[in-house]
């Protein structure tokens, strides 16, 4: 009988180490610091931690030691250091000779987004996107107005907000939950909200944005929408105004987690109430009759992986 070696054998069912945590490692070695690898990979370190986490227990060691000014790494994480780099240098070879081809995807794409979203996050996405794809021609048009994407020529949108509007077909991107915030300035002179009805001693600065009713916030607490009428004395359709008149103390302000993480982070601004949110997911929308392009599939698709990226709440 013809003897198995057992170093031969896959291990059927071991959970191995992702490919792409290796590469975030590796990054960080080379980058000396979580942020800086965060900043050079395109994501947020906490994204970087989630990923180091998820390797550590996967491997059942503990890669780095860590303090507020060094990061080094330990005698295992030089070990997997050495092993990682042989991992990817192997893939690259194996890659570079099979020689898959890949299927071009070309031609033109006209892509809309609110404004500050916009600015803050499609056009980084489309940039790489364009990276990618480089034969695809991207136009990306910023407006704070309802589109009919079909009669206007645009084959997606990239949205925020759960109102999904005519005959289209709308893919979830990723979770996303508006808080309310203000600076500590703002709450040491005013006081902190406890409960709902305080608002109305407060000043709530208000982005209207497309057809929102004035001074209305839609709050939800343990699945229950609470209709808040406020008060507001300085109003924008911008919400990068907002942030700004936030930061400067002048009142209360409902935005995106992803738009205020680094701020509440950082304590230049605090959630107030933070049992109330207001649900505002991010969407691919597209006209029906594109929905089995490969185009618009794989553009779908990138942007659901670059948003996933975004920093959960919490």
């Not at 490919?19 to 975030?24: G, N, P, S, Y």
Request: charge should be positive; hydrophobic fraction near 40%; include cysteine.
């Amino acid at each position: 009988m013809k003897r198995v070696n057992r170093m031969s054998v896959v291990r059927i069912g071991k959970e191995w180490p992702l490919i792409e945590d290796l590469h975030v490692f590796l990054t960080i070695i080379y980058a000396k610091s979580f942020s800086k690898a965060a900043q050079e990979m395109g994501v947020s370190p906490a994204y970087i931690s989630k990923r180091i986490k998820i390797l550590e227990e996967k491997l059942g060691i503990k890669l780095f030691h860590r303090d507020t000014r060094h990061l080094t790494l330990t005698e295992d994480g030089k070990n997997i250091a050495r092993k990682a780099t042989q991992v990817l240098d192997d893939m690259d070879c194996l890659l570079t000779e099979a020689k898959i081809p890949q299927k071009k995807i070309s031609g033109s794409i006209n892509i809309c987004a609110s404004f500050g979203f916009g600015i803050s996050h499609v056009s980084k996405v489309i940039s790489q996107l364009s990276r990618v794809y480089p034969q695809l021609d991207i136009k990306l048009h910023l407006t704070d107005e309802d589109v009919d994407l079909a009669n206007n020529g645009f084959h997606l949108e990239v949205k925020v907000g759960n109102v999904i509007k005519g005959k289209n077909i709308a893919r979830k991107l990723a979770n996303n939950y508006r808080i309310l915030c203000a600076s500590p300035a703002y709450l040491q002179k005013h006081g902190i909200p406890t409960k709902l009805e305080d608002l109305e001693n407060h000043n709530c600065l208000f982005i209207q944005e497309k057809n929102a009713y004035f001074g209305l916030w839609n709050l939800e607490r343990q699945g229950v929408t609470y209709p808040v009428r406020i008060k507001s004395h300085l109003s924008t359709n911008c919400g990068t105004v907002a942030m700004q008149w936030s930061l400067d103390a002048q009142g209360i302000m409902l935005r995106s987690w992803w738009d205020v993480y680094s701020h509440i982070k950082d304590g230049s601004l605090i959630n107030v109430l933070p049992d109330y949110k207001q649900s505002a997911n991010i969407w691919a929308v597209y006209p029906e009759r594109i929905s089995e392009s490969e185009k618009m599939n794989k553009c779908i698709e990138f942007l659901s992986e670059y948003f996933s990226k975004l920093p959960e709440q919490g």
